[in-house]
T-cell receptor
């Protein structure tokens, strides 16, 4: 069984559209994260979330919003997509906020 | 705020040769330190981690890393590389304070090329 899964693996869309990326973890972890990997492979935290607290990286535009229907899921919703949003988005989870993070396979988003 | 520097963007090593990838961090206290590997088109796989205790940590696939507080370094080593080790390697630091839910801070990665 995949520990951290993401869907879709590839997402191609037009500028201005709204899209969501889903993330599920079956590890029973309490904290989940979203990272963005740009074209130069630089990884940067976007959000971290547990059942008590959402921490948002201040550089993330408010067009991005995480939504957690339950402890095992943290979806990423993006409004009004822009060309610069093209990247690979990784979901991760950890038992505690200070534990090892396990990453999903990534979603490659291409905005045309 | 913490930061991570991986000074080598690309490294080329012959198959069977030894490997050392450099990582320096900046953090006000003892950090959590990680090495992840990313194969082309894949996600990130944890190689090893340092939380506390023995400063020489062993990981998967024959990798090891040594935490040196005096040098603020956490270099990754392997005595003999295999062609399958060709990948992108990321060093990362995690915070111990402030609830810790700030996510990992990654270096910019080192691209490892293996020559036959």
């Amino acid at each position: 069984d995949t520990a951290v899964s993401q869907t879709p693996k590839y997402l191609v869309t037009q500028m201005g559209n709204d899209k969501s990326i889903k993330c599920e973890q079956n590890l029973g972890h309490d904290t989940m994260y979203w990272y963005k990997q740009d074209s130069k492979k630089f990884l940067k935290i976007m959000f971290s979330y547990n059942n008590k607290e959402l921490i948002i990286n201040e550089t993330v535009p408010n067009r991005f919003s995480p939504k957690s229907p339950d402890k095992a899921h943290l979806n990423l919703h993006i409004n009004s997509l822009e060309l610069g949003d093209s990247a690979v988005y990784f979901c991760a989870s950890s038992q505690l906020a200070t534990d090892t993070q396990y990453f999903g396979p990534g979603t490659r988003l291409t905005v045309l | 705020a913490q930061s991570v520097t991986q000074p080598d963007i690309h490294i080329t090593v012959s198959e069977g040769a030894s490997l050392e990838l450099r990582c320096n961090y900046s953090y006000g206290a003892t950090p959590y330190l990680f090495w992840y590997v990313q194969s082309p088109g894949q996600g990130l796989q944890l190689l090893l981690k340092y939380f506390s205790g023995d400063t020489l940590v062993q990981g998967i696939k024959g990798f090891e890393a040594e935490f040196k507080r005096s040098q603020s370094s956490f270099n990754l080593r392997k005595p003999s590389v295999h062609w399958s080790d060709a990948a992108e390697y990321f060093c990362a630091v995690g915070a111990r304070s402030g609830g810790g839910a700030d996510g990992l801070t990654f270096g910019k990665g080192t691209h490892l090329i293996i020559q036959p």
